[in-house]
């Protein structure tokens, strides 16, 4: 298939800048933000690589098959001397590595849906992770991302303040690029993944871009002039199209990230990040949204939450990750302070596991999970969802937690109710939306 050169300049420049090599035209195109448009309506996803316990991270402890089906890993129910699952409602308990976000639920600003996921029945993580990224599940040639289409929609709705020009086309006449990266700025800051490659949740018609490290990303003054003039005479094509477009209307922009600084952001007093990637991500996308670029979908994800053995119980290998998760999450949090009023932060795993453990101390792989919802939109210290049940007759191919919320019916609330989306057909291809089945986590306004 031949690649059409326009596309491939634009997504190749693209590339360069999301590595940290841009030249400073490029990036300061790009970067570009228009001052004074306000706070924006932001969601930011977090992706729980490798099929989460969704059992153990939100224990169902009222459940007497739960206890017998996991002689060795089950966590406890909650004790006075503190050292099993933290209360939610009597029947529902907080794994006690996500004492940092107990707070958060007990402030009504955390919701928790469980027996959530993907109608799909695959126990493949790879094809599960890209039908929940797609949103389209059981469909492999379904290539572009939920949240993509979601950028799409709302510039096209004119729901982030703009409208693109012709959003739905693969290239714009120049003139039309002129005028919606004018008008558009920022676009490619729309939706941004804190990370090496563009997960596949936002790949698509909207420019999206994967940052590795903010301090190698273009922001720093400085370049050679002859470098930068020499990149912009390779990337402005005869005819022009949106990169064009971008170099010749931004050129001032840079200004406004390099307020942000990224070498010497600071979080909030008392805020720490865990010293990981995972903490490093999140600090990263804490800083685009102080920084007021204009980003309104952010993606993270963890990964290693593959337990097959040795998978523990209160302590052990999934505690220290759910702990690293709380952690991030909360710092977060409280890094944005009172612009968590406009932010919402959902988290999602490609499937749940095993209601039984395994001969290894782990568990294998599932069907339903659960979510967290948070942030200040949300009408959270609620556990929402049909409950299944754990008895055998009530389990999915007589070894899963059922599924009794589709992952979309999630995402479409998301989109419509938070995100003011109104073209949800166009978001969920091939999906009924039905209101009636969302679960209720935002706040009426």
């Known amino acids: 298939m031949s690649i059409n050169r326009r596309v491939f300049v634009r997504q190749g420049a693209l590339a360069l800048l999301a590595l940290g090599f841009a030249p400073e035209f490029l990036s300061r195109s790009l970067l570009a933000a228009a001052p004074g448009k306000g706070r924006k309506k932001t969601l930011i996803c977090i992706f729980q690589r490798g099929a989460v316990d969704g059992l153990s991270m939100v224990v169902p402890f009222g459940e007497k098959a739960y206890r017998q089906s996991r002689s060795t890993i089950a966590i406890p129910a909650p004790s006075r001397e503190g050292v099993g699952a933290l209360d939610l409602d009597g029947f529902f308990g907080f794994h006690p ?12 600003e955390l919701a928790v849906i469980h027996a959530v996921g993907s109608p799909h029945p695959t126990r493949s993580h790879f094809e599960a992770q890209d039908y929940m990224e797609t949103a389209v599940p059981g469909d492999p040639g379904e290539r572009t991302g939920w949240l993509n289409r979601i950028l799409a929609e709302r510039a096209r709705e004119g729901g982030d303040g703009r409208t693109l020009a012709n959003p739905g086309a693969h290239a714009m006449d120049h003139a039309s690029a002129q005028i919606a990266l004018a008008e558009t700025p920022s676009a490619a800051l729309r939706g941004v993944a804190i990370g090496p490659a563009l997960p596949l949740a936002l790949r698509g018609q909207h420019p999206s871009l994967a940052i590795t490290d903010l301090s190698r990303f273009g922001v720093a003054g400085g370049r050679d002039a002859t470098l930068s003039d020499t990149f912009a005479r390779l990337y402005r094509l005869d005819n022009g199209d949106e990169v064009t ?7 001032d922009a840079i200004r406004i990230l390099k307020e942000a600084d990224p070498a010497r952001y600071q979080p909030a007093t008392h805020v720490e990040y865990p010293q990981t990637d995972f903490g490093r991500k999140l600090r990263q996308i804490a800083q685009l949204i102080k920084a007021d670029v204009g980003v309104e979908i952010a993606f993270a994800d963890l990964g290693g939450w593959d337990t097959h053995v040795g998978q ?3 302590e052990g290998t999934l505690a220290r990750r759910l702990d690293e998760l709380a952690r ?9 302070g009172d ?3 406009d932010v919402v932060i959902l988290t999602m795993s490609e499937f749940g596991r095993t209601v039984r453990q395994n001969g290894s101390g782990g568990t294998d792989h599932g069907h339903a999970n659960c979510m967290l919802v948070l942030g200040g939109p949300i009408a959270g ?6 409950w299944p049940g754990l008895e055998r007759e009530q389990l999915h191919e007589g070894r899963d937690l059922a599924l009794t919320t589709d992952f979309r019916d999630v995402f479409a609330e998301i989109a419509s109710g938070h995100l003011g989306v109104d073209a949800l057909d166009r978001v969920f291809p091939g999906y009924e939306i039905r209101p009636d089945r969302w679960r209720g986590f935002l706040r009426k306004v």
């Open 97 to 108: 590595a996500l004492r940092p976000l107990y707070e958060l639920y007990g402030r009504n």
């Open 312 to 314: 523990g119980s209160v």
């Open 339 to 341: 612009r968590m009023e």
């Open 381 to 386: 210290g609620r556990i929402l969802g049909e």
């Open 245 to 251: 477009a971008a170099v010749d209307g931004a050129f």
């Open 328 to 336: 991030g999450i909360r710092a977060l949090y409280d890094d944005l």
